[in-house]
Structure formats: C-alpha cells, structure tokens
C-alpha cells in the first residue's frame, strides 16, 4: 500500500478526494470530504450499514460519530483542548520516556490504580511530572493515562443517542490493552479489524433510532 500510494498519479484514471483540515488546500482535488463522513464510509465498508457508533482518537481531536444506512446520524468532537487525544498520550509517554507504542503494554504490567486527575494536558503533564517524583511505579502511571483517556471517550459516547459497541482506528486500533480498558467502562466489547487503521474507523454497533447533527 505504501508503495502503491508514491506511485505518480494519473489524473486521467485516477480520481483525488481530500479529507482533513487542509482538505481545502488541495487544489487538484475533485472532490472535498470531511473525516466525519470518511471514517463512517470506512467502518460501514467494514462492517456493513447495520447502526454503529465510529469512535477516533486522532491526533489533534476525538470523535464520535453514529452512521446508519450509509448516512452520518450523529456527530460529536472535543472541545479545542487536547485532552483525551493521541496528543495528549503523546506527551504523556514522553514524560515517562517511553514511546506511543510502548505506553500500552507497560500499562498492562500496573499493580495498582493511580488516577490522573486533570485532563487538561498541560495539569496532566505536570501531575505525571509529580508522580515520576514520588517513585510511583511508570506502569501504573501509565495505567492512570489510559483510564483518563478512555474516560473522555466514554463521556463522549454518553451524549450519542444510538448505543454501541466499538472498534478502535488509526494508532489505537492495534493497543488491545486500550480496547479492554475501554470496553470495561462501557461494558460493551470493542472490536478492531487488520485494515481499521487503513480505514481510520472505529465501530460501535447497536440497534436505535438517533438523529442530530449532520456530518
């Protein structure tokens, strides 16, 4: 696939459709896409057009979206902060010297809950700074990052109508110790597929009715 994707592009054969913030900016474009209506295209292409609720935890904000026969029912994203992004566990890890990649499974070594009590990323970072100080454990700080995560989501996931289960996209589609955390507190399983990160998607399936913002 990444070879595929430097490959020139032949305009002739090829149609281009930009997604993101700078979708705008994409002058060769035909067509301009949200990432709320591209990550519902990619779970329902998943998973089929059965109610879902997609959940993203991307780099620069969170999202929850409920899509149903192919159309986007339902949107919500966090506020301007960072809390509860990869962002956030980006920095994080960093202040526990690890990598993104290593925070999930030093998570799962913990041996006790250590909460973080602000989700405000710079108050986080200063209290995972103190805890570093206190000699408590990297793991089970670590612990306390996830949880604080997937509390926002679950908060999230509360305001949607349409209740779900889900499956995790991009980074977070392959941290299955994440997917449990999360999956404990909604007390639904969360499911992931090998091409979830290629797809940018994460499903919550349920049966509803919902309506609400348009994405």
């Not at 209506?37 to 993203?56: P, Q, R, S, W, Y």
């Not at 149903?68 to 809390?83: I, L, P």
């Not at 010297?97 to 973080?116: F, G, P, Q, R």
Request: net charge neutral.
């Amino acid at each position: 696939m990444g070879k595929r994707l430097e490959e020139p592009m032949d305009e002739e054969h090829y149609a281009c459709i930009a997604t993101g913030y700078g979708r705008n900016a994409v002058a060769f474009a035909g067509k301009t896409m949200t990432e709320i209506t591209c990550h519902a295209k990619g779970a329902m292409a998943l998973f089929g057009n059965e109610a879902m609720n997609v959940i993203d935890v991307g780099g620069q904000d969170t999202k929850v979206i409920t899509c149903k026969g192919r159309t986007v029912e339902e949107f919500f994203m966090n506020d301007k902060c960072s809390a509860g992004t990869g962002k956030f566990l980006e920095v994080m890890a960093n202040r526990l010297n690890i990598s993104m990649e290593d925070l999930n499974s030093l998570a799962k070594e913990h041996t006790e809950e250590v909460k973080i009590s602000s989700m405000c990323t710079v108050f986080a970072e200063s209290e995972v700074i103190s805890l570093v100080g206190q000699g408590i454990e990297r793991a089970n700080i670590a612990y306390g990052i996830l949880q604080s995560v997937a509390g926002k989501v679950v908060q999230m996931l509360g305001r949607l109508r349409i209740k779900a289960r889900g499956l995790s996209d991009r980074g977070l589609c392959e941290a299955a110790y994440f997917q449990e955390i999360l999956s404990e507190k909604i007390g639904k399983p969360i499911h992931s597929h090998k091409n979830a990160l290629l797809r940018r998607s994460i499903r919550c399936c349920g049966t509803g009715e919902g309506a609400g913002r348009k994405g």
